[in-house]
């Protein structure tokens, strides 16, 4: 069982930033993605970046050009640079590992981002 726990979250004016940290209680190298989803209130869970275990990254849209993802493996450790941050960036975000060999997602229990002025 492999627990993810986030950090970094707070308030924020527009136009600030922040970086969210996920760690991982173990290795994240066997993972196919680690992802950074969110959820704003009274809207679905979307996912927001993935990193691939070969470096690869996809963006959704609203947040392309403004967050970065990134992974340390040596540290167990995924990164969420968020940059320019808008009042819609408002949410909890969530760390989640996926394994395509033993057909698991695994969640964090969020952090929560608020971009207010």
């Known amino acids: 069982q492999v627990q993810l726990v986030e950090s970094g979250g707070g308030l924020v004016q527009p136009g600030g930033s922040l970086r969210l940290s996920c760690v991982a209680s173990g290795s994240i190298f066997s993972f196919n993605s680690m992802d950074w989803y969110r959820q704003a209130p009274g809207k679905e869970r979307e996912l927001v970046a993935r990193?691939?275990?070969?470096?690869?990254?996809n963006y959704a849209d609203p947040v392309k050009g403004r967050f970065t993802i990134s992974r340390d493996n040596a540290k167990n450790m995924v990164y969420l640079q968020m940059n320019s941050l808008k009042a819609e960036d408002t949410a909890v975000y969530y760390c989640?590992?996926?394994?395509?060999?033993?057909?698991?997602?695994?969640w964090g229990k969020g952090t929560l981002v608020t971009v207010s002025s």
């Open positions: 990193i691939i275990t070969g470096g690869g990254t």
């Open positions: 989640s590992a996926f394994s395509s060999r033993i057909g698991m997602r695994y």
